[in-house]
T-cell receptor, first 113, second 118 residues
Framework: GQQLNQSPQSMFIQEGEDVSMNCTSS?????WLWYKQDPGEGPVLLIA?????ELTSNGRLTAQFGITRKDSFLNISASIPSDVGIYFC?????????????FGKGTHLIIQP | EPEVTQTPSHQVTQMGQEVILRCVPI?????FYWYRQILGQKVEFLVS????????KSEIFDDQFSVERPDGSNFTLKIRSTKLEDSAMYFC????????????????FGPGTRLTVL
């Protein structure tokens, strides 16, 4: 099946720092999604990307859909304590309807006081 | 804001027993999904459901699994004879692709059911 390589696996940063994480795939996706998961909870959608080259912001979060359709990145600016959690990228091939999402392994963000 | 709900939040069962996990998708959504997440691992797709039938399933979704939409609001996942390795968080998701073949399909997840098989 399709595999997503997400990096870094974990990040230890200071509050106020900017964060960058990315996902790459050997195959094309038509939709890229970024989710955040807090312990014991379900993934919460942060940003959805539907077009190659698309750059989308949601507050301090910015994500881009790579032009090759095989990669995406997520940036978080001026990190705050509530940004702590696990961030997952997810790709979908069809871009519409029944296809399941393929998830990356997650980036664990830890903010040091 | 509409959200996906799941019950129970935690289910403990003995190996070999049947379990039914329940979900109420967002009301105007037409596509429904089940995923699982083994502790410390990534989220894995199990099955998608549209128009009262399975649309796609992964290799994880074998004959021990079944899904059903018994009424207009609930969506269930049944595991017929649970195994130790079925212990995981199970997430329901729904989307409003509305049957359009190509177009945005943003999946919203529920809070999950933690299944523990003893």
């Amino acid at each position: 099946g399709q595999q997503l390589n997400q990096s870094p696996q974990s990040m230890f940063i200071q509050e106020g720092e900017d964060v960058s994480m990315n996902c790459t795939s050997s195959s094309i996706f038509n939709t890229w999604l970024w989710y955040k998961q807090d312990p014991g909870e379900g993934p919460v959608l942060l940003i959805a990307l539907y077009k190659a080259g698309e750059l989308t912001s949601n507050g301090r979060l910015t994500a881009q859909f790579g032009i090759t359709r095989k990669d995406s990145f997520l940036n978080i600016s001026a990190s705050i304590p509530s940004d702590v959690g696990i961030y997952f990228c997810a790709g979908q091939y069809s871009g519409g309807g029944a296809d399941g999402l393929t998830f990356g392994k997650g980036t664990h963000l830890i903010i040091q006081p | 804001e509409p959200e996906v709900t799941q019950t129970p939040s935690h289910q403990v069962t003995q190996m070999g027993q049947e379990v039914i996990l329940r979900c109420v998708p967002i009301s105007n959504h037409l596509y429904f999904y089940w995923y699982r997440q083994i502790l410390g691992q990534k989220v894995e797709f199990l099955v998608s459901f549209y128009n009262n039938e399975i649309s796609e399933k992964s290799e994880i979704f074998d004959d021990q699994f079944s899904v059903e939409r018994p009424d207009g609001s609930n969506f269930t996942l049944k595991i017929r004879s649970t195994k130790l390795e079925d212990s995981a968080m199970y997430f329901c998701a729904s989307s409003d692709a509305s049957g359009i073949p190509i177009g945005p399909d943003t999946q919203y997840f529920g809070p999950g059911t933690r299944l523990t098989v003893l």
